[in-house]
């Protein structure tokens, strides 16, 4: 029992990277593969709160996704006694996907996906390395390629700020809060860039406008 939920718990760890990466189609798989587990009830006590919780998370971001929305307009919605319900939709999801990975369009898609992948991690070692006129070149470079890749904004934003260049930082930020499924994060990455330039005041209006969305 507990390596099967080990197990389930590792699917639904892969799903996150899945996402991060913009492969819908192996985090779909990997949610199906974790949901199979619950369903043959071999997931309990603690590590299936803790594995529930995962795949709401997973399925809050998925379901902000183009290819999701365009078969489930209204999400996929995962809530207890209704799994087998949740499992039978991510299938139908994987199965439609598949078929458009066969697609001439989808290998277009792969390609494109490919040279932005490339991009960011360029404009990545740029950045690390000081190269800040290169790597902003990356950088928009991977914008150019951008479709639904949400959440590379907030990458491209964090990243800069670890490199203490948040002026950088906020040029992408701004875009990740207008597009990234998590935006509660993106605001929080905001912040942290707006304080880092020392402007107290847009620092403050920012802090309001958070506290705002959590009250």
């Known amino acids: 029992m507990k390596d099967d939920s080990k197990a389930a718990k590792e699917h639904i760890a892969r799903a996150k990277a899945y996402f991060q990466r913009h492969d819908v189609l192996r985090t779909t798989a990997s949610i199906i593969a974790s949901l199979r587990l619950v369903l043959a009830g071999k997931v309990t006590g603690l590590d299936r709160i803790t594995v529930d919780s995962a795949v709401k998370e997973v399925l809050h971001n998925l379901n902000r ?87 590379m904004f907030r990458m491209i934003g964090e990243w800069c700020i670890e490199c203490k260049q948040p002026k950088m930082a906020i040029r992408y930020l701004k875009k990740a809060v207008a597009v990234d499924p998590d935006t509660g994060k993106a605001k929080r990455a905001l912040l942290d860039a707006v304080v880092a330039t020392g402007d107290k005041v847009g620092a403050a209006k920012l802090k309001a406008q958070l506290q705002g969305d959590y009250s």
């Open 65 to 151: 996704v183009s290819e999701v929305k365009k078969m489930f307009p209204r999400g996929i919605m995962y809530a207890k006694g209704h799994e087998k319900l949740v499992h039978d939709s991510l299938v139908k999801l994987f199965l439609e996907l598949k078929k458009a990975q066969d697609s001439e369009s989808y290998s277009e898609q792969l390609t494109r996906k490919i040279s932005l992948d490339k991009a960011l991690n360029r404009g990545r070692r740029f950045l690390s390395g000081g190269s800040l006129q290169d790597a902003t070149e990356a950088f928009e470079e991977a914008k150019s390629l951008y479709v639904d890749e949400h959440s």
